[in-house]
């Protein structure tokens, strides 16, 4: 059983005539006759009352045939339902877009969801917030379509490059000695300002003090940027944090001079999974990606 017999059974029994529906459909009687007869017996039921004499050419459903009928037309109806759905999927006018944004990296985008949405307008975007690890897990567990990553970016996702910014070492301006940068060491009898369990920024900066012989001294977490600014104006310890941002804050109030010794570099990306074929919608949104953060000329 196919559509196409469907259709042609729906068609005799709307016009209750096999050459009618032979008309309407462009077909044969005698073709629509032997579609009809093919169905009837792959169903194992009669579907049509042959009418006699006068009206012999009239056609009316047995009662099987209306229900058969009835269904068909749904059957139908739902297959120009997923059929519109598919062509309005191809031609990006409905669906979601899935996308995992780093709480300290959604301000970077924000052109970008400003543009896909003026170009797509029946595409709803759908965020997950929360730190790099916890998008790097959404995206293997196939929860999200494309997500911000910290680079360098695990060899399973491909990816665009968003940004590249050296992390400062933000204070109170009243508690600044000098502007020379500011070697990681120098820092280890600091209270550290950090940022939640999921942020993968943190473990670059545990790893870098361990590396230079000491713990960092953690007096408190958070995801917010600008909680923990608040934190350190408040004089409960120091920030490490990218330039993008210290370069926003109040210099009467805040300095930020770069870490150095080891220097480490806060690198965004727009990672996918590898080997997966991206939707219409993920590919509409790298397009606007790549013409909001083209890549460095060399």
Known sequence: MDFKSLHCFIEVVRLQSFSAAADKLHLTQPTVSKIILALEQQLGIPLLYKESGRKKRQVTPTPIGTQVYRHALNLLHERDLLLQDIHDYRQIKTGTLRIGISLLGSRLLTDAFF??????????????????LAIEKALRNNELDVGQLLAPVSG??????????????????DALRHNHPLPLRSLQHEAFILFGENFSLNDMIQTACQQQGF???VVCRTSQWDLLANMVERHMGIALLPEYYTRTMNPEIFAAVPLTQ????????????KHQQPSPALRAWLDIVRSQFPMPST
Do not use: H, T
């Open 115 to 132: 543009a896909f949405r003026q170009a797509w307008p029946g595409i709803e975007l759908s965020f997950l917030e929360e730190g790099s």
């Open 156 to 173: 399973e996702f491909d990816s665009i490059p968003l940004c590249d910014y050296r992390l400062m070492v933000l204070m109170r301006r």
């Open 215 to 217: 713990a960092p001294n």
């Open 262 to 273: 080891p220097e480490i570099r806060w690198q965004l990306a727009m990672g996918w999974k």
